[in-house]
């Protein structure tokens, strides 16, 4: 039976109101509950109920009138000339009033505006609304193209995979061009890749390279080698190196900070905890040394041997690893010149340590460093003036016999 639907009272002195969305078309089935148009006023967005099942006859209101109560919205080919209550957000006409509880939606977004035209029923125009999504970038594969439920599914399906998955790699039969052995990656590797594949995804990478005149420091390394010559301490240029950037990150907390979840407010620390990245046979693993800015340098020589030897002796526990505010790789005891480490989130910066080389004639020892960062927060002056002046700290060897012991 036909049924007209007019607009309800809305009461306090609301008498006209802007049509913002006619989310229903003619031939449309709908249910009691879904919404047949949407209305602007100054203070709140409305949805008006169908109140009934059944088959749209006729609309007669577009976006952009302006009506008022008692205005007729649309002729419904009903199943039953009852209101039902059954369904959830059921209106009955005693409570139609409620509609005027309904919050302004946060942003009008593109899928309010701009989906008029196109084909979907409104309880999938419904759900488009409340995720943000402009139904005009969904393929429907209804009837003369309507968007199905499915179809957005299927649409919100692929857009949360390529948000979270890496590319799948081709499946290559290399046997085909030769003999091959099948290995499976560790366990420890499996778990540094997918984080290592999240940093490189998720932070806008950028590596500033730089050198320091450490020939001062590696004389004083070699006159406390020397010293302590009858110990089993180790004295590389690591701890020199920590301590130099321990320096730097006070002079610079940016370096220090991380994004906390909104990706809007930077947290600083107030404390320096620098992560060592350590090879170990399993793979890589990144133990984290406490308030390097107050330990020794005889003190660090110590904790980068205890922390190493725990790494590699699967020693390692999980407080051990966590808690970390800026990370130093180094491969300087291997080789190389440069090389863009990638930062270690929640970290905002990673510095790369090169293996040191003699320059020309004047014999100096320089020091090849790389600094990479998360561009979102640190702009390249600022990392630049960072790595000048950890390479000018290098440099300063009354601050190192200062913090020797
Ligand atoms: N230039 C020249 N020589 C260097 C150097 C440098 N930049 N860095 C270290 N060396 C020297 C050391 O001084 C030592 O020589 P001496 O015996 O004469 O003192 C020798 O190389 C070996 O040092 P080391 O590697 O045993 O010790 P370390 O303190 O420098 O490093 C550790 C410790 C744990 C960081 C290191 O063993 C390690 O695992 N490095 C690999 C880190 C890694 O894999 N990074 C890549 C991660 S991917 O981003």
Known sequence: MKKDIFLPDLGEGIDAVDVSEVTVAAGDTISNSDTIIILESDKA?????????????????????????????????????????????????????????????????????????IKAGPGVRRLARELGINLNIINGTGEKGRITRDDLNGFIKAQIVASTAPAPS????????????????????????????????????????????????????????????????????LPFLMKAAAKTLEEFPDFNSSLDSSGDVLVYKKYIHIGIAVDTENGLMVPVVRDVNKRSILELCDDVVKMSQKARNKKISPDDLSGGTFTISSLGGIGGTYFTPIVNPPEVAIMGISKSFTQGDSGSMILPFSLSYDHRVIDGAAAARFAARFSEILSDIIYFKKTTT
């Open 45 to 117: 967005t409305m949805e008006i109920p169908a109140e009934y099942t059944g088959k749209v006859e006729k609309v007669y209101v577009f976006p952009g009138d302006k009506i008022s109560t008692g205005t007729k919205l649309i002729t419904i080919d009903a199943a039953s000339d009852k209101v039902s209550t059954e369904k959830e957000g059921q209106t009955s006409p005693g409570e139609q009033k409620d509609v005027r509880q309904t919050k302004p939606p946060p942003k009008q977004t593109p899928a309010l505006t701009e989906a008029v035209n």
């Open 170 to 237: 081709p499946e290559v039969d290399f046997s085909k061009w030769g003999e091959i052995e099948k290995k499976k990656l560790t366990r420890l590797k499996r778990i540094t890749g997918s984080r290592l594949q999240a940093a490189w995804r998720n932070i806008p990478h950028v590596t500033h390279f730089e050198t320091a005149d450490i020939t001062d420091l590696d004389a004083y390394r070699n006159s406390l080698k020397k010293k302590h010559s009858g110990s089993n301490r180790k004295i590389t240029f």
